[in-house]
Nanobody
């Protein structure tokens, strides 16, 4: 499985961005897709996840602002980020967890929110 993340950039506080994660390979064996983020010097943290049944889960810090979704026809997972805050600044990674618990990571895309 290969993951290609895109959509990061510089945005002002209060603005929006949509991240995309394009999937290829044995995507039929994916159980859960998720977005994580990492700030230098801190641990990578889970932002949002979506299961094969489209059940979603969000970190408390992004609930009501971020939405994770998937387009199976395009083999793409999205993270719509609204009302962005300076503390959302991080490198965002997409992750695929297979049914056999093996995980794959995308290369990361940088989101910078200016206050």
């Amino acid at each position: 499985v290969q993951l290609q993340a895109s959509g990061g950039g510089l945005v002002q506080a209060g603005g929006s961005l949509r991240l995309s994660c394009a999937l290829s390979g044995s995507i039929g064996s994916i159980n859960v897709m998720s977005w994580h983020r990492q700030v230098p010097g801190k641990q990578r943290e889970l932002v949002a996840s979506i299961t094969w049944r489209n059940s979603t889960n969000y970190a408390d810090s992004v609930k009501g602002r971020f939405t994770v979704s998937r387009d199976n026809a395009k083999n793409t997972v999205y993270l719509q980020m609204n009302s962005l805050k300076a503390e959302d600044t991080a490198v965002y990674y997409c992750n695929a967890r297979m049914w056999n618990l093996i995980e794959y990571w995308g290369q990361g895309t940088l989101v910078t929110v200016s206050s």
